[in-house]
């Protein structure tokens, strides 16, 4: 596998681009699952509750496409 295995929750259909560091996950995506933030298959615990963290950690690797909507505009 060529990239982080973590998927967004964007539709479920985007991974992460970054490079594989450990168990398939990028080292951003595997700190985060040390830190118990997402669990082994990539999914965001329920209890984080910190909404800015859980943007963080969804978003990141993710490249929008000129189509996406973010916020009050299109990229």
């Given at each position: 596998m060529?990239?982080?295995?973590?998927?967004?929750?964007?539709?479920?259909?985007?991974?992460?681009?970054?490079?594989p560091?450990?168990?398939?996950?990028?080292?951003?995506?595997?700190?985060?699952?040390?830190?118990?933030?997402?669990?082994?298959n990539?999914?965001?615990?329920?209890?984080?509750?910190?909404?800015?963290?859980?943007?963080?950690?969804?978003?990141?690797?993710?490249?929008?496409?000129?189509?996406?909507?973010?916020?009050?505009?299109?990229?």
């Open positions: 060529d990239r982080c295995r973590f998927r967004t929750s964007l539709g479920g259909a985007l991974f992460c681009q970054d490079t560091y450990m168990e398939g996950f990028c080292k951003f995506h595997f700190q985060a699952m040390q830190n118990g933030e997402i669990n082994e990539g999914i965001l615990n329920e209890r984080l509750a910190d909404q800015d963290r859980r943007r963080e950690i969804n978003y990141h690797g993710i490249h929008p496409t000129a189509g996406d909507y973010i916020g009050d505009e299109r990229r």
